[in-house]
C-alpha cells in the first residue's frame, strides 16, 4: 500500500467505467522512469495496456532530452504500454491524440469561467499560457517493425506552487482551481485519463489522425499565434492532414514542421471568423 495512491481504489474505479486499460498496475515510490519501467515490462511479454506510475522519478524525461520535473506524490506521472500495429509515421501523430485525450480530462475539471485548455503541438497540454502536462511517446523497434510504444504522461494535479524553472512556466488542476476530490483524485484522474486515451486509441488505430483534426483545430493552442520554431518565425496556421505544424512565415512562404520546440512569441490574434 503506498499512501499517495491506492491500487484498490483505483481497481474499483476502473471496474467501474469499464475500461480494459489498467489490468496490470505497476506502482513505484519511486522509479528512475516511468517509461523505462514500461519498456522493461515489455521486454519481459507484459501485454499492452498495463500501466507505470510513480510517486517519483529520479530521471524523469521529456522530449529533445529535457528533464521532466514534478514534485513527489503530488502529480500523475505514469506510462502506458501500447502494441499498435502501425508505421513509426503514424506513431508520431500520437501524441497529439494523446493531447486531446489528456486535455479532455483536464478541461471537464476546469469551471466554465476558468483559462481554456488547449493542445500546443506537438505534445503538450497548456492552460491559458502554462503547461500543465507533458507528454513523451517513445517507441522501439523490432527488425523494421515498431514492438512496443510507450506513451508517457506527467500531469500536474495537486502542486499550489512550482519554484525554480517551473515558476513562470507550470501549472497544475489545483492551481487553476479545479474541480478535484478531495480525497483519490491521482486514482479518479487516472481513471479517466485511462479511459479518454483508450477510446481514443482504438480511433485512431481504425480511421487514423484524420478523424481528429477538427478537434485538432477548435483545441490549438497554437492557431492565429506568431510563433518560432528552429529558423521559422510566423503566424502559425494550423495542424496539417499528416499532423505537422503549419506556419506562414514573415516572408509569406508557407512550412509544414514535422518537429521541433515552438516558442510563443505573442498572444493570440483574433480570428477572421472573430472568435479569440
Ligand atoms: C515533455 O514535456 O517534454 C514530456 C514530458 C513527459 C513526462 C512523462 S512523466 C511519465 C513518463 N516518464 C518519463 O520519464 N517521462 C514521461
Known amino acids: 500500500m503506498n499512501a499517495w495512491f491506492d491500487s484498490e481504489t483505483f481497481a474499483q474505479l476502473r471496474a467501474r467505467r469499464g475500461i480494459s486499460w489498467g489490468e496490470r498496475l505497476d506502482v513505484h515510490d519511486v522509479t528512475a522512469s516511468t517509461n523505462d519501467c514500461a519498456f522493461e515490462a515489455a521486454r519481459q511479454g507484459t501485454a499492452e495496456g498495463a500501466v507505470f506510475v510513480a510517486g517519483r522519478q529520479t530521471a524523469g524525461r521529456g522530449r529533445r532530452g529535457n528533464r521532466w520535473l514534478a514534485p513527489p506524490g503530488e502529480n500523475l506521472t505514469f506510462s502506458l504500454l501500447l502494441r499498435p500495429e502501425r508505421s513509426l509515421v503514424e506513431l508520431s501523430q500520437l501524441p497529439l491524440v494523446v493531447g486531446l485525450a489528456v486535455r479532455e480530462v483536464v478541461a471537464s475539471r476546469l469551471s466554465s469561467m476558468a483559462r481554456e485548455a488547449l493542445v500546443k503541438w506537438p505534445n503538450d497540454v497548456l492552460v491559458g499560457s502554462r503547461k500543465i502536462a507533458g507528454i513523451l511517446v517513445e517507441s522501439r523497434l523490432r527488425e523494421g517493425d515498431v514492438s512496443v510504444t510507450v506513451v508517457g504522461i506527467g500531469l500536474n494535479v495537486l502542486t499550489a506552487r512550482f519554484e525554480g524553472e517551473l515558476a513562470g512556466s507550470a501549472t497544475s488542476l489545483s492551481r487553476e482551481r479545479a474541480s478535484i476530490p478531495k480525497e483519490h483524485a491521482l486514482e ?22 484524420e478523424s481528429f483534426l477538427p478537434e485538432l483545430s477548435v483545441t490549438d493552442a497554437l492557431r492565429g499565434r506568431r510563433v518560432r520554431i528552429g529558423e521559422v518565425t510566423g503566424e502559425a496556421l494550423g495542424i496539417g492532414d499528416a499532423g505537422e505544424l503549419l506556419v506562414l512565415d514573415d516572408a509569406g512562404a508557407r512550412h509544414a514542421l514535422s518537429a521541433g520546440h515552438v516558442e510563443i512569441l505573442a498572444s493570440r490574434q483574433s480570428r477572421p471568423d472573430g472568435t479569440a
Do not use: I, Y
Open 188 to 209: 479518479e484522474l487516472l481513471v479517466e485519463l485511462l479511459d479518454s486515451l483508450e477510446r481514443r486509441f482504438v480511433r485512431f488505430c481504425r480511421d487514423g489522425l
